[in-house]
C-alpha cells in the first residue's frame, strides 16, 4: 500500500502538465453536466412553486348550513392528500373579487344581493398535486350535496403537468446524453494519460511486477485526477451560477449532494477509465 | 534453463516466423542467437520470456511451461529471467538507481534491503558513481549498463539479451560483452540474439544458434567445432 501511494503521488508530481490536462478535460466534462444539473433544479424549482397554487375549490349552495360545511371541512382534512382548507364566506369572496377585479369594481359594489358563493379552497399536499389526485378530490367534494360546483383550473392544470412531463423527459434524456458524453471524454482523457505511459506498464511487467502491483498506483492517479476534476467542474459551475445571479436573474444553488455526486461521478468515472486502460495495456503482453 | 520442442510461431503472415524449432540451453551456457533482421531471433526470445506464445510446440523455461503457466502466473518466470533489451527500455525521468530499485521494489525485496542491493548491482556494472543522474543524462553504453543491472536484480539464472549492443559503439559494446561474460562466469546462463558476426567471431567459446527465415540453420554445439563456436 505505501508502494501504491507513494508511486501514484510521485508520479502525479512527474508528469503535472499530463494530470493537469486530464484534470482539465474531466473537469469541462463534468461543468457541462454541472450547468444542465443547475438549469434542471431550477426548473424544478419553478414547476414546484406553479404546483403550489394547484388547488381545488368546492363552490357551496347559498342554504349551506353551518353544520354541514364544518362536517364536509372534517371529512375532506381527513383525507391524506389535503393540506389545509379555507372557508371563504360570500363576503369574503365579494371583498376579494372587489379587490382581484378592480375593472369590476364599481358593479361589484352597487349590488343590492351578493352573487358570489361561500367557498372551501382545499390546498393539496406536495407529492400529491397530480392530475389524478386532482380529479378525484374533485369528484369527491361534488359528491357533497351543498356543493354547487367544483374547479380547478382544468385546463391550467392540464398544460402545468404537460410541461412537468416534459420537463422530466427533457432531464433525463438530455442529462444521460450529457452524463454519456462527459464518461466518454473522461475516459479517452484518463486513456491518453495511461497511453503516454504504456511502455512503463510493458518495463514493469518485463521485470517480473504482478498486474496488481502495476495496476494499483493508476487506479490510485485516476480517483485523484477525476476528483480534481469533478472539483473543478463544481467551482466552474458556482462561479457561472454567481455571475448569473449577479448580472443576469435570480436561480438558486444546486443541492450540495449534488455537487458531491458530481465530484463522485469525476471520481468514479477516473477510476473504471483507469481499470480497463490499464487492463488492455496489461494484456498487450 | 531454455528447452524449445517443435516450437512454430506464426502471425498474421502466411510464413511462420518459427518454424519447428527445437534447441535446449543448459545452465551456465553462453549462447549466442544470430541471423538475419526478420529471421525469428527476437521472437525466439520473446518466446522464451513468455510475452508470446507458441502456435505448435511447447517452451520451457527454468521449470515453467507455455502450455501451462498463465497470463497471470507468467511474473514468477520474469522474476527468474533477466531481459536487456536493445533500446534499453528504461523508465524516463527517474535515475540509474531508481530503474534498477524500481525493479527490486516491484519484485517484493524488503524496503530496507532496496536501496543498498541497487546499489551494489550498480556497482556490478561499473556504474556506481552515476547512480544518481538521470537516465537521460546517461551515454548509449551507461544507459546499457543500468539496464543489464535491472535485469539481475532478481538475481536471475538466465539473461536473455535482444541486440544489446546494436544501438552502442565499439568501445561500449566491448565493455557490455565483458560484463556478460563476466555475469555468465558468475553461473548464469546467456542468450544473446545478435545480427553482428563479427561480434560473434570473437568470442570463440560461445555456442552458436543460427536462424533463416525462421528455421534453426546452424548449431555449434552439433557440429564438430561446437567448443569454438564457429559460425557456418
Known sequence: MFYTLREAIRNLRRTPLLTGLSASMIGLALFVVGLFALAAYNLQLALETLEERVEVVAYLRDNAGSYEIAAMTDALTNLPEVLSIDFVTKSEALLKARRELPEFRDILTDLEVNPLPASLEIQLRPGSRTRETVDRLARQAEAFPIVEDVQYGQEWVDKLFTLRRMGGVTTTVLGTAFAVVAALIIGTAVRIAIFARREEIKVMQLVGARDEFIRQPFLIEGVVTGALGGLLAVAMTYLTFRSVLQYLFTISWIPTQWAGIGVLAGVVFGLIASNLSVRKHLREI | ?232
Not at chain 2, 527500455?89 to 532496496?114: H, S
Not at chain 2, 532478481?154 to 552502442?168: H, R
Open chain 2, 1 to 232: 534453463m531454455i528447452k524449445l520442442i517443435e516450437v512454430t510461431k506464426t502471425y498474421s503472415r502466411p510464413e511462420p516466423a518459427l518454424e519447428n524449432i527445437s534447441f535446449h540451453l543448459e545452465r551456465g551456457q553462453f549462447c549466442f542467437l544470430t541471423g538475419h533482421s526478420g529471421s525469428g531471433k527476437s521472437t525466439a526470445l520473446r518466446l522464451a520470456h513468455m510475452v508470446e506464445r507458441p502456435s505448435a510446440g511447447e517452451v520451457r523455461v527454468s521449470g515453467f511451461s507455455s502450455a501451462r503457466t498463465s497470463r497471470r502466473e507468467v511474473w514468477k518466470l520474469r522474476r527468474r529471467v533477466g531481459f536487456v533489451f536493445q533500446d534499453f527500455r528504461l523508465l524516463p525521468g527517474r535515475t540509474a538507481l531508481e530503474n534498477v530499485a524500481f525493479a527490486l521494489e516491484v519484485t517484493g525485496t524488503a524496503r530496507k534491503d532496496i536501496a543498498p542491493r541497487a546499489q551494489r548491482l550498480l556497482g556490478q556494472v561499473g556504474l556506481a558513481p552515476k547512480a544518481s543522474a538521470a537516465v537521460h543524462e546517461l551515454s548509449g553504453g551507461e544507459q546499457q549498463r543500468v539496464a543489464i543491472a535491472r535485469a539481475l536484480a532478481s538475481e536471475p539464472l538466465l539473461l536473455l539479451a535482444d541486440e544489446p549492443t546494436g544501438n552502442l559503439d565499439d568501445r561500449a559494446t566491448r565493455g557490455i560483452m565483458k560484463l556478460f561474460w563476466e555475469i555468465n562466469a558468475l553461473g548464469m546462463a546467456v542468450l544473446m540474439a545478435t545480427h553482428d558476426l563479427e561480434l560473434v567471431r570473437q568470442y570463440p567459446k560461445a555456442r552458436v544458434l543460427e536462424l533463416d527465415q525462421g528455421r534453426l540453420v546452424y548449431d555449434s554445439a552439433d557440429s564438430a567445432g561446437a567448443g569454438e563456436g564457429s559460425e557456418g
